[in-house]
């Protein structure tokens, strides 16, 4: 059974910097390219950033280029997601998510259960 | 950027088909995916590439693609199909995903 499970969510104050963990199984982890969405409360699902199976290839949307940093280590079948200079707007829900291939654009076809992140 | 726009809310009758649609500037050139989200949830892939379904979604899933509209279209609508439905592509000239904001199906 795949399964993805996030970590490290909490309430941080603005400015400050926090770092979000993802846990696989399941899955051949390193085959597999790797996502992070979140959903703010009441909102819509927002693409932040992908990384190829290799973590060759780092992906960010606009609003996050810069403050966002994600990673993985095959070894551990983990993903990660450094997040500094957090405003209030980046509250919201995040999930860990697997891509359907290693690299380039295709469906997301597993979900975590998400880590609630608060900025106030 | 590009965007993609879903209707906010869809009602449909149990039975019924339901028919929910992703507006985007020539979306037929583009795979469109859509997802499931029920209330306290997270999303599932219920379309992909279009047309395609994951193993274990039901065959009353089923998706289209053509000129600027792709269309999620859910036959003999069930109770349990009550949920918020996503689109979603990737937009090349950025390397970003694209979602749509969302239509959330209400079975009457």
């Known amino acids: 059974e795949v399964r993805l499970e996030e970590s490290g969510g909490g309430l941080v104050q603005p400015g400050r910097s926090l770092t979000l963990s993802c846990a696989a199984s399941g899955f051949t982890f390193d085959d597999y390219a790797m996502h992070w969405v979140r959903q703010a409360p009441g909102k819509g699902l927002e693409w932040v950033s992908g990384i190829s199976y290799d973590g060759e290839r780092l992906e960010y949307a606009d609003s996050m280029k810069g403050r966002f940093t994600i990673s993985r280590e095959n070894a551990k079948k983990s993903l990660y997601l450094q997040m500094n200079s957090l405003r209030p707007e980046d509250t919201a829900l995040y999930f860990c998510?697997?891509?359907?291939?290693?690299?380039?654009?295709?469906?997301?076809?597993?979900w975590g259960l998400g880590t609630m992140v608060t900025v106030s | 950027s590009y965007v993609l726009t879903q209707p906010p809310s869809v009602s449909v009758a149990p039975g019924q088909t339901a028919t929910i649609t992703c507006g985007g500037d020539?979306?037929?050139?583009?795979?469109v995916h859509w997802y499931q989200q029920r209330p306290g949830q997270a999303p599932v892939l219920v379309v992909y590439?279009?047309?395609d379904r994951p193993s274990g979604i039901p065959e009353r899933f089923s998706g289209s693609n053509s000129g600027n509209t792709a269309t999620l279209t859910i036959s003999r609508v069930e109770a349990g199909d009550e949920a918020d439905f996503y689109c979603q592509v990737w937009e090349s000239s950025n390397n970003d995903r694209v979602f749509g904001g969302g239509t959330k199906l209400t079975v009457l």
């Open positions: 020539d979306i037929e050139s583009k795979s």
């Open positions: 590439e279009d047309s």
């Open positions: 998510v697997k891509d359907m291939r290693g690299v380039g654009a295709s469906a997301l076809d597993m």
